[in-house]
């Protein structure tokens, strides 16, 4: 794909929009988030199911809250840029909030009752609201007209890739360490308790791995994007002392 991308006259997807900083870091930043919040979001709806014995509608009805916290806080989050405050620290505040959000579910038992699960699915939607709209802002900086098309959908390609292949990678690991951790069996505990067990062991480990994508995709975010707020002002100094030569 890469060679043919390269060669073509009209390439689908021109590299270009790949070798720009910026774009490149909020690009791979915005799949590692989206790999681990549905990640999460899969697990979290089995372990209502199979852990909690909700009904599918009323597992249904228990993530409201997620989205809730989506909305809200992607509104607080474009009153924040509004203000002046740097698209770099609106996207790792919202990442931040994600990962705890995910540690926090990474915490539940098969007893826990929903109301200490709210908080864990409101950090989760929250820091995903937050993040979400600034990361694909800046996916989107400084694309030429020609390439608008393109670099729309390259974002979701790459949300929709970082979904697939974080749910693989979910998916993968959880089946690998059902399958070979140990738990020490309890001569009164039946065999179904012993199997929700070994599944919530599973779901722990899942959810600590979501963890490191969501922190993944924050060490991109300071790593490979800077404020422009701060380079714009130094633009202007040189332009001004440019002109003062003259």
Do not use: C, K
């Amino acid at each position: 794909f890469i060679v043919r991308e390269t060669r073509a006259a009209e390439p689908i997807l021109p590299l270009r929009l790949l070798t720009h900083p910026v774009r490149g870091s909020a690009t791979a930043a915005r799949a590692l988030a989206y790999g681990g919040m549905y990640g999460a979001f899969f697990y979290l709806s089995q372990y209502f199911q199979d852990l909690q014995n909700y009904s599918p509608l009323r597992a249904g009805v228990a993530f409201l809250p997620w989205p809730a916290a989506v909305f809200l806080a992607s509104q607080a989050s474009s009153r924040l840029l509004g203000r002046g405050v740097s698209r770099r620290t609106v996207m790792g505040a919202g990442l931040l909030v994600e990962a705890v959000g995910l540690a926090w579910s990474a915490r539940v038992g098969a007893g826990t009752s929903y109301g200490l699960i709210v908080p864990a699915l409101v950090l989760i939607g929250a820091g995903l609201g937050t993040s979400v709209m600034t990361l694909t802002s800046a996916s989107l900086a400084g694309v030429e007209p020609a390439d608008a098309g393109a670099a729309s959908g390259l974002l979701n390609v790459s949300q929709q890739l970082g979904a697939a292949v974080g749910l693989a990678v979910f998916v993968t690991v959880f089946g690998f360490v059902s399958h070979h951790v140990t738990l020490r069996p309890l001569p009164a505990v039946a065999a179904d308790a012993h199997e929700r067990a070994l599944e919530l062991h599973g779901m722990h480990d899942v959810f600590g791995l979501g963890v490191g994508m969501v922190l993944a995709a924050l060490g991109v975010v300071l790593i490979g994007i800077r404020d422009r707020r701060r380079a714009e002002p130094v633009a202007e100094v040189e332009q001004l002392a440019g002109l003062e030569d003259e």
